[in-house]
Structures are given as C-alpha cells and as structure tokens.
C-alpha cells in the first residue's frame, strides 16, 4: 500500500457491512470505490452512505465474476487495497442452491485475485469478509483462531474453500497481503438510523426479525429450542455491533500494511448473548413486546457459540466497544426509519 490516504475498493460495499465500513473508511479519510451488483441490496444504500459521510462514492455495477470489469475498476481508480464482501450468505438457502453459492463466493473470489493479479499496478492488500461458520460446532470455548475448522453447510465451506485458496496464494507469492476476518454475528446499525440490516425477503438472522416483529411487519418470532445446555435454555451467540465490526476492517488494512502474508482474525465480543435475551434487550429499547412461540430445535443448531478476541486485541489493536443496549437501540432507530410497518402472516425466523 503506498500512500496513507488510500483509493480502496469494496467488492458488495452497498450490503449491510459493507455500508458500514465504508462509512468507518470514508470517516478515517480514504477513498471509497465500491462494486456492487445488488443482488442482495440497493442503489438507494450508495446514496445514504453519501449523506452519513458528506463525501461522494464511485459505483461500478457489475458481478464479481466479470474478471475484466474488475481489472478494469482496480485500473481506472488506482485501487490500493480491496475489501471483499461480496457474496450469498445465507445458511439455509446455501443447502439448496449449492452451486450458486460455490459460483458467487468460491468462483467469484477467485475472479477478484486473477483481476487483481493482471492489474497493471498489481494491488496486494486484500481484506476478506470470512465467517465464524468455518469452525462448524464449536470444541470448547471461547472459540480462538487456531480452534479445528469443519464447515457443516455448503456456505461456510465456500468461506473455507476461500480461506485455503487465500492461504496458498499467499505462500505462492510473498508480495500478497492479506487479512481473513471470521466474523461472529453482526448486528445494529448506524447511530443515524439510515443504514442498517435490511434483507430483501424474510430475514434470515435474529435480529432484524425481532425488529420486524417489534414494528409490526411480522406478528411473531419463533425461537427453536429452550432446552440448550445454557442458562435460559436458548442458544447463545456472540453478537457484534456492525459499527465494531466496520472499525475492525480499518484496523485490519492498517496492520497489512506493515505485515505481509495470510493472517486471520475472530471479529466478535468474546461473550455470548441467549436469544430470550436479545428479546428482552430489544423490548427494553424499542418499548414494544416482542411475541414469540417455542418451536423445536432446528437441525443442526448449537447451544452456544462464542468468540476469544485475543489475537485481534493484541495484533490490530482493536477490542468491541458498543454493548448490547447499543446493538438494539440503533437496530429499533433503523427500523423505524427506514421500515415501513405492513403486517403480515406469522413466519418463523
């Protein structure tokens, strides 16, 4: 990376984190190029993130296996560094569309780094959006970076089969910088309440669906299982506020830029929250009563996951900040401003 202030480009930079951290970029005085095709977001996000920063954003619309358009991009703006959101992330829907999602995320990363590769200015700093799903059910806990991974769905195995292709480049050419950030569960949103998680469909995390049924949208959320080794009896999880998590790729492309090579970082709190907690902790933020019916454990499902931060303490330098009032509270602001309220049918979360 050859300048402080640098032109960086973010693969799926209008989703939900990638909004955020373009934001947290932006704020720490870099230059922010996004590549988006909208697949699982919007144009209008482009303009809210302008309106946060009072800066403007270059969009390139285009999917990630445009390997051309990409090298094109990394040429045209001089890009340093690339933060790559891009791909499907959804658990259940991986097992049923399996090849779409090893196309995106698997074939699509791969496009990225022969883009960048060819590149007539050869960008090495790669920042890669991995999950905590590489570690599959967890062997003990707090889970740490050098904890087995066995990925159990076809979505957390395009993020593994990412981690290893990233690891071998990174053996393969000792110019390659390259952070993996496993993230927990990310939640919240903006303190200004115009950007946030807001999935196109059903949600498929808790905490817009807890949001949705708090406005209205939803009549109730179902929570599978209260029969867990935990102290309520419902999962528990390491939710992250996505502020925390935006600030973490920062901290992350300022240590590439003294270290090169493949490193990789847990990005979470390092303690887990129960889902009967989150639903109380977002009835107390909203002022609404949030219904909710027991069903059966899901397949698959685990009793408590949860993050050691320890290595990205030390390392980036970099701890969560913003608690669980936080998460909730900008997660109801969001909601309320963005969401219309339309009630509908009972689903299940």
Not at 78 to 92: M, N, R, W
Not at 183 to 211: D, K
Not at 213 to 242: C, E, M, N, S, W
Request: hydrophobic residues 40%.
């Amino acid at each position: 990376m050859k300048s402080t202030v640098l032109n960086i480009l973010l693969t799926g930079g209008s989703g939900y984190i990638g909004s955020h951290t373009a934001v947290a970029l932006t704020d720490a005085g870099h230059r922010i190029f996004i590549f988006d095709n909208y697949c699982n977001s919007s144009a209008e996000t482009i303009h809210k993130i302008q309106a946060i920063t009072a800066q403007p954003i270059t969009v390139v619309r285009g999917d990630i296996r445009d390997t051309a358009l990409l090298q094109q991009t990394l040429e045209t703006h001089q890009i340093d560094a690339v933060i790559h959101f891009a791909g499907l992330k959804a658990v259940g829907e991986s097992a049923v569309i399996p090849l779409d999602y090893y196309a995106n995320n698997v074939q699509g990363t791969i496009s990225l780094l022969q883009a960048m590769q060819a590149a007539s200015h050869a960008p090495r700093a790669l920042v890669f959006s991995s999950s905590a799903t590489v570690y599959g059910d967890p062997q003990y806990l707090p889970i740490d970076e050098a904890h087995p991974t066995h990925a159990t769905n076809p979505y957390g195995r395009t993020k593994l089969h990412i981690e290893e292709i990233l690891a071998d480049l990174a053996r393969s050419d000792a110019s390659w910088q390259i952070a993996c950030l496993r993230y927990f569960n990310p939640v919240g949103a903006h303190a200004s309440g115009l950007i946030g998680e807001n999935p196109n469909g059903l949600p498929n995390n808790l905490m817009p669906f807890v949001a949705q049924v708090a406005i209205g949208k939803l009549k109730q959320l179902k929570v599978f299982g209260d029969d867990y080794d935990t102290p309520d009896g419902t999962g528990v999880r390491d939710y992250i506020h996505v502020l925390d998590l935006a600030e973490g790729h920062l901290a992350a492309l300022n240590y590439l830029g003294s270290h090169a090579g493949m490193h990789t970082f847990n990005l979470g709190t390092g303690r887990g929250y129960s889902v009967l907690e989150m639903i109380r902790a977002f009835e107390a933020a909203s002022g609404r009563t949030v219904p909710f019916t027991i069903a059966p454990r899901r397949p698959g499902d685990i009793a408590s996951c949860y993050a050691s931060t320890a290595l990205a303490s030390k390392a980036l330098k970099w701890n969560a900040s913003r608690d669980l009032k936080a998460m909730c509270e900008s997660s109801w602001k969001f909601q309320q401003n963005v969401m219309q309220s339309v009630p509908s049918t009972t689903e299940q979360a």
